[in-house]
């Protein structure tokens, strides 16, 4: 039977590993494309997915069978901060739009994807699937978080009322190419190393904000694309996975500068300004429910994986989501 499968969210950093794993992986392997799939990598040029009838206008064109649901309005602390409600209701209105446009036209199944700031901001660590409603979400980016969690509860009433086979993944920080470099809006890794290339460039100091201490799971994006991969194939159960590196493979933020140093080749002055709030110094979560169902993973080492980002980024400067107008 024939397998069609919308990625929404396709041209972004997780979507575009996902498609250089289906690409690049062993035609018929446990991570490559099957003989009988059709793999669909949707951008927002494709239709915008706040709007109900541009979301069943994709549904109706690719007729998926599966979905990887990935489109988000995604940003960092700054503008989470700022536009909590449009991050709300941009992502309430997304989610709900894919997944009953994904009901309506009967897909078999659908993956959304949460993420850790989803989790209480008081709880016990390490986070784990069961913890995810037992408190709220920390305040910086509530509308994000609870959009995200009304994933989970969806995917709940979907399974109950109408018996879809929906469910989500909750990755940890993810890191890879084609990850947003702009420095208004980007996650640690991707402005670091915007800031080592722009210090080389300018010669300049590297400075890296808080005292490099704080302990983070890593995870890069084209691992993260084959536990996707697996999870769409299969895991079929409405509960989330969380899909990370152990808690033993936290990295600090000193080892992510040190490694960006490295990579970059970068010679000059390199400093930690510890005037800066370092935020919370660890936040563990657990990848047992992974591995206890996926079998032997492995995951690729931190510094070669963030050397490929670094060389990714450095050889796609021009066309990156650097947040720079280039000529
Ligand atoms: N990055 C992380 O560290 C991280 C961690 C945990 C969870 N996640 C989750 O992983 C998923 C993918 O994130 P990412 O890092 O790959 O983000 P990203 O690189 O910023 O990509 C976001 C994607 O969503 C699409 N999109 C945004 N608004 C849309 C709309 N209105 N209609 C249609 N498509 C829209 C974008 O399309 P265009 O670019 O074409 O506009 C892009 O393909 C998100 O759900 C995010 O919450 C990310």
């Not at 901001?121 to 913890?131: A, C, G, S, T």
């Not at 670091?192 to 995870?219: D, E």
Request: proline share 5%.
């Amino acid at each position: 039977m024939s397998t069609v499968i919308l990625v929404t969210g396709g041209s972004g950093l997780v979507g575009q590993a996902i498609k250089h794993v289906i690409e690049n992986e062993p035609v018929g392997s446990r991570f490559g494309k099957k003989e009988n799939e059709t793999w669909i990598f949707a951008s927002s040029s494709e239709g915008d997915l706040r709007d109900p009838a541009q979301t069943r206008k994709l549904f109706d064109k690719y007729k998926p069978t599966h979905v990887i649901h990935l489109a988000a309005l995604v940003g960092g602390l700054f503008r989470n901060m700022k536009y909590k409600l449009t991050f709300f209701r941009e992502n309430m209105v997304i989610n709900d739009n894919v997944l009953h446009a994904a009901y309506e036209t009967k897909a078999q199944k659908v993956i959304s994807c949460l993420s850790t700031c989803v989790f209480p901001d008081k709880v016990e660590y390490p986070l784990d699937e069961n913890k995810i409603h037992l408190g709220l979400p920390h305040d910086s980016n509530f509308g994000y978080a609870h959009s995200k969690r009304m994933v989970d509860i969806q995917n709940h009433a979907y399974k109950e009322e109408f018996g879809c086979n929906f469910t989500s993944a909750i990755p940890t920080n993810v890191f890879g190419p084609y990850d947003n470099y702009d420095l208004e809006d980007a996650h640690v890794i991707p402005a670091l190393i915007h800031k080592c290339y722009l210090a080389k460039k300018n010669n300049t100091p590297f400075v890296v904000a808080g005292s490099g201490k704080p302990l983070r799971q890593f995870i890069y994006s084209r691992d993260l694309a084959k536990l996707f991969i697996w999870q769409l194939r299969e895991y079929d159960d409405v509960e989330p996975v969380i899909l990370s590196v152990g808690e033993d493979e936290e990295v600090s933020i000193k080892e992510v500068a040190d490694a960006i140093v490295e990579a970059m080749d970068f010679k000059g002055n390199y400093t930690f300004d510890t005037s800066r709030a370092d935020g919370q110094f660890r936040k563990p979560a657990s990848n047992k429910k992974l591995l206890s169902l996926i079998g032997g993973f492995e995951f690729t080492p931190f510094k070669p994986a963030l050397a490929e980002s670094v060389k990714w980024f450095l050889d796609n400067y021009d066309t990156a989501r650097t947040g720079i107008k280039k000529q």
